[in-house]
Structure formats: C-alpha cells, structure tokens
C-alpha cells in the first residue's frame, strides 16, 4: 500500500515513515522543507519537495505513485508565533489542508489520518480529557488544526471521505534507531530546552511560572514518546483501510509531569546539574492537560508503550549526543 505523507520531514512525520516503512506500507513523503529535513528521510524512501497548496502538483503525485491513503502533517505548528502571524497559521493549515482534500477528491483518494492537537480543547474543564470535552481553543493554532477537524466530517458527511483525527498531547522523545528525532529551530519545547541545556549548548533552563495550582506549582503535561504516536497512526491507517468510518482519538500516555519533574529526571539521567531559572508564566498554558486515550485503547487495541519518563529523556538524550546540531552534522 503506497502512503503519502505530507510533512513526512518533520519531526512526528519522519518517526511514522519510519513505522510505516517496518509496518509493510510504502511511504511517499511530500514536503515543502520549510521546516522540514530531507535528512530525516531514509535514502531509500521516495521524497517529493511539494506544497500542499498545490493542488495540481499534489494530484500528479498522487496518481503517479497510485496513492491509497493519505497522513497528513504539514502544517505550521508553534502556538506563540500563531498569535503574532495567525494569517500563516490560517494560509499554511486550513488553505493548505483544503486544497490537499481537493486534490485528494479530484483523483478519489479517500481515507486520511490527520495530526490534530491537545490545542483544541484550550483551558480544559475536567482531567484527564475526553474527546467530548468541550473544544474552545485558547490560541490561532488549536483554532486552525480544529476547523481542519470540521472540513474533514464535512468531507465525510458530503463526499465519503473517511478520516481519523489523531489530538496528540506532547509528544516527545526520539526514535531507537537514533536516526532522527527533533530539530525545531527555533526550538520551544521543554524537553528538547532542557536537554540542550544539559550539554551546554544553552545557559538555564527557564521555568515559565511557579503559581499554577499544581502540586510543586508547575504546570503538568502528558508526555507521550513519538514512536507511541507513530504506531497510533498505523493502527488509524489501518482502522481506515479495512472500512472503518471516521473517528476522533485523543493520544497521550494519561500520566501527568510537572515541568519540576521533568527537570528532576532529566538532571539526574544526564548526570548534569543545570541551571533553572524561574520566571513568569507564559501566556495561554493552562495549568493541566492530561489525556484520557481510553477511547483508541478500547477500540483499536492501541497501548502507549514507551511512555515513561525515562524512555523519552533516554531516546532523546541520545539523540542529542549523536546530534549536537541537530541535522546539520
Ligand atoms: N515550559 C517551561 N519552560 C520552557 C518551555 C516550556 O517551563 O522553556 C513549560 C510550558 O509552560 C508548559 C510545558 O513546559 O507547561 C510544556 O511546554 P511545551 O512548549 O514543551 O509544550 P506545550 O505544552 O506548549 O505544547
């Protein structure tokens, strides 16, 4: 089965080429490199420079490799930057996902996976989080990646397009291979932060508020390792190519860590003692976000297993060590 994965050279995307290729499949990465890596692409994987608005570039491939589903994860993906430039954000996600399902109904390709975010439920009023959670999203990113999640129904409802919506909590960590893993630039996550800080490569580490009501104060995230998150993606793919109808799933390891926990941790698996510097919290983090994934655990058999702690700071200190400067040695 021939697969096209647009953002197939980012960071989540090259870690689901890689499980798809151990799965069986055939994946076509179709990449515009604006974020992207070609490194991050093994040699033996077809890789298309394309924009996804191109609708009649993305239609030619899609025939010309005979396409059978599509994952899509090309889209911009910071949530600060999407408040300053939210016209890039509607442009690059909502205009670009519209003419990719053009492109897709024009030449009958009718199944999709979709990278979705936590992002859409905003400021959460219960934990963990259901699918049926309120969506309110407190930023222009959660905003574009959820009104994507309604031209997809749309899609099915009018046109039998079939999808599945993956809301991915944080993902972290690195492939086991040690090949690939995350190379933001610039870099805004906590663990990959700490990480550069531990090597020294960054000065401190900067806790982003101490008065959240959590227990230490921080605020808690559901962390959940990047191989989990492919292997989810191939169950979808699967779920779609056996007939199943369209679905939402919510996809994180439902175990809460402080960002003080995290720091903990990585001190003491790097050996290194860096410095923390504690400041303002930063606009728009709710306090927790904590995943329920009952609903991909009961009905596709999906099981996070690479999700704790030590597993993510493992792979993706690993991953640093043997690329300090990330793709570009
Ligand atoms: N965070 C932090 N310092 C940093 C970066 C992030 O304290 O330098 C916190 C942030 O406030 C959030 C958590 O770490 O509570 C995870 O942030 P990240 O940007 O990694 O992911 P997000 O939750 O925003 O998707």
């Known amino acids: 089965m021939n697969i ?6 980012g960071y989540i995307g090259s870690h689901v080429v890689e ?21 991050a692409v093994p040699e033996d994987v077809q890789l298309v420079e394309g924009d996804i608005h191109n609708t009649v570039f993305a239609k030619h491939i899609m025939e010309q490799f005979g396409i059978d589903a599509v994952i899509h994860f090309a889209a911009s993906s910071l949530v ?17 996902s519209l003419h990719l399902l053009e492109a897709m109904r024009e030449v009958g390709v009718d199944k999709i996976v979709f990278s979705s975010t936590a992002a859409v439920y905003g400021e959460p009023e219960n934990v963990p989080i259901t699918e049926n959670s309120k969506v309110q999203p407190t930023n222009v990113y959660g905003h574009s990646k959820l009104m994507i999640e309604r031209m997809l129904a749309d899609y099915d409802m009018a046109y039998d397009m079939h999808y599945v919506a993956l809301r991915y909590f944080n993902a972290a960590g690195a492939s086991f291979s040690c090949d690939i893993g995350e190379d933001h630039s610039p870099e805004t996550h906590l663990i990959p932060l700490i990480l550069k800080t531990a090597q020294g490569v960054r000065k401190h580490v900067s806790i982003f508020g101490t008065d959240y009501p959590t227990n230490d104060g921080t605020c808690v995230r559901d962390y959940i390792h990047v191989c989990d998150l492919a292997v989810a993606h191939i169950l979808a793919l699967e779920h779609l190519l056996k007939g199943g109808t369209s679905r939402v799933y919510n996809l994180g390891s439902e175990n809460g860590l402080s960002v003080q926990e995290i720091i903990k941790s990585a001190k003491k698996m790097t050996n290194v003692d860096f410095p ?12 927790v976000l904590i995943a329920s994934s009952d609903k991909i655990r009961q009905e596709l058999g999906w ?12 792979t993706a200190w690993r991953w640093y060590q043997a690329h300090p400067r990330g793709y570009e040695n």
Do not use: C, W
């Not at 919290?281 to 306090?287: C, E, F, H, S, T």
């Open 303 to 314: 099981m996070p297993a690479q999700s704790n702690i030590e597993t993510i700071i493992g």
């Open 4 to 9: 096209l994965v647009t953002g197939g050279a």
């Open 80 to 96: 600060g930057e999407s408040m300053e430039n939210p016209a890039n954000y509607y442009f690059n996600n909502v205009e670009g």
């Open 19 to 39: 499980e798809l290729q151990k799965s069986g499949f055939i994946p076509i990465v179709y990449d515009n490199f604006s974020t992207g890596h070609a490194a």
């Open 276 to 287: 923390v510097v504690e400041e303002q919290r930063r606009p728009g983090d709710p306090a």
